[in-house]
């Protein structure tokens, strides 16, 4: 009787166990989504020149770190000087992250921009209107900014290392409303562009 208790009882801390170590991340069908990388958006965690401490200047022994470069990481300003444009979005459809050929032209524009511009690079937010649960839109935001992102090198694949993604789902509309002509303007990319000189 004794060892049917153990087992059971060790039976159940395995189990707790088991569900203590999930982290919350989730898998997705390679069959239904093409390859994409989250969280993050632009590519592995730690890559493309990401570090563990979120970017911080490293501290090596002997030195101190200058606190401008510090600022510069947590005022979001490392990407360099912002930079004025007259970019317009791109416009998705309802429940899709594929680029519509009607936007291709603007598409062309932006690689044409960023080719003439070499020191520049180009950060593009993806976003949804308010349909959706937040998990739903984020990933759908992430989507639409990849799927740019994979357009624009389509038409320049020399621009890889100058062009990060966001997701901001459906956090930042470009209009507040709740019929179709507010939810068609935030299905969208939008594009930041920065001076890394």
Known sequence: MKLFKYLTYSSLLAL???CASDDNTYTRSESREPNMNIPG???P????????DNGLPPIEDGTFVNDSDIG????????GTPVAHDIEPVYFAFDSAAVRSAEDA???????????NPSFTLVIG?????????????????????S???SLLSASPDLEMRIETVAYGEEKP????????????NRRAEFEVYDAN
């Open 16 to 18: 707790l166990a088991s």
């Open 41 to 43: 958006g632009s590519g």
């Open 45 to 52: 965690l730690y890559g493309d020149g990401d570090t563990i």
């Open 72 to 79: 510069a990481v947590l005022n979001n300003s490392e990407h």
């Open 106 to 116: 603007k598409i062309q524009a932006i690689a044409e921009f960023l080719t003439s």
């Open 126 to 146: 993806g976003h949804c209107d308010e349909r959706g649960s937040d998990e739903y839109n984020r990933t759908l935001s992430e989507k639409r900014a990849l």
């Open 148 to 150: 740019v992102k994979e």
């Open 174 to 185: 470009a209009v507040v409303g709740a019929d179709s002509q507010s939810y068609a303007k």
